[in-house]
């Protein structure tokens, strides 16, 4: 837990950030988990994983943007992807954070730019998922994952297990008839309002994921852990739930070793590609998330 605070709190630091987000060998040692700085690098990584049977939903990284310019540039860029991802007839969702498009200046200001972009891909027959930022940002990210989903119906919202409150926002998804995608959740958080341990947010997240099976809509699962993914297809298998019911999600280059198990027997598995060049507090997060991946990180740094 030390560690996993430490890199949560140098995930804040935007000197730092700066700093390393410019820096040529970052950039080499990070290509395992993000695609790449452009939308082309993204493609292509898209484009290799549906060869492979495996589903993906775009990332283009950055958040907690300062300026109604980055605000429009995020909502140009995805413009850009939904349209392209379209023509080349992939079946690739769109992974959005709200403070990319302007949440931390206004909702409304949020809303104004990111509604084009869910009506372009409801044009276009694509989803967009919502991702769950900080707690801080939660009751105003599930007005308008409803707003947004009542309006155009092809919007995902996300649960992070480890908040307290994450059982009732579920139920109120799940009763709104809105697709979920669960995870642990991935930012600092007090324990006044988030499980503190490891044990207690993985009961949380089979708990929550009991529930998705039984009263969510094609939920899905992002989770690398061997033993809640298990939990998954047993209980899908007592409740006679085909495999394409649901799905399994991960990080882009985090567990390569079960993508071709998931294939194998069947199951849906779609894979969260970030791309862009405000990568640092993804990448950060995602060290934090699992101490093998910054062992894999200070093994090519040695080799480099």
Request: hydrophobic letters at 40%; proline letters at 4%; charged letters at 25%.
């Amino acid at each position: 837990m030390i560690l996993r605070s430490l890199l949560l709190f140098l995930s804040d630091q935007k000197q730092l950030r700066g700093w390393v987000e410019t820096s040529p060998l970052a950039r080499r040692l990070t290509s395992r988990f993000i695609a790449g700085p452009t939308l082309e690098d993204a493609l292509g990584v898209c484009t290799r994983l549906h060869q492979g049977g495996v589903l993906a939903t775009l990332d283009r990284l950055g958040e907690s943007v300062t300026s109604p310019g980055e605000v429009e540039a995020s909502r140009d860029g995805y413009l850009e992807a939904v349209e392209k991802v379209a023509a080349l007839g992939m079946p690739a969702t769109f992974s959005i954070k709200l403070t990319h498009f302007g949440l931390d200046l206004s909702e409304d200001t949020c809303r104004r730019h990111v509604e084009p972009v869910v009506q372009t891909a409801q044009r276009l027959g694509k989803v967009v998922e919502v991702d769950m930022e900080s707690s801080a940002h939660v009751d105003r990210t599930l007005r308008l994952v409803v707003d947004l989903h009542q309006a155009y119906g092809n919007v995902r919202g996300v649960i992070q297990a480890y908040l307290y409150r994450s059982a009732e926002d579920t139920a109120m998804l799940c009763e709104r008839r809105i697709p979920v995608r669960l995870c642990k959740g991935a930012y600092r958080e007090p324990g006044a309002i988030a499980y503190p341990s490891k044990r207690a947010v993985n009961q949380s997240f089979a708990r929550l994921m009991q529930v998705l099976l039984e009263r969510g809509v094609c939920p899905g699962f992002a989770t690398h852990d061997v033993k809640l993914i298990a939990l998954a297809k047993r209980l899908a298998r007592e409740r006679g739930m085909a495999a394409g019911g649901f799905e399994f999600q991960m990080l882009y280059g985090i567990r390569r070793d079960l993508e071709k198990q998931f294939i194998r027997e069947g199951y849906r598995l779609r894979l969260y590609v970030p791309y862009g060049e405000h990568w640092y507090p993804y990448f950060m997060r995602r060290l934090a998330e699992r101490p093998a991946n910054l062992r894999f990180l200070l093994r090519n740094l040695v080799k480099g």
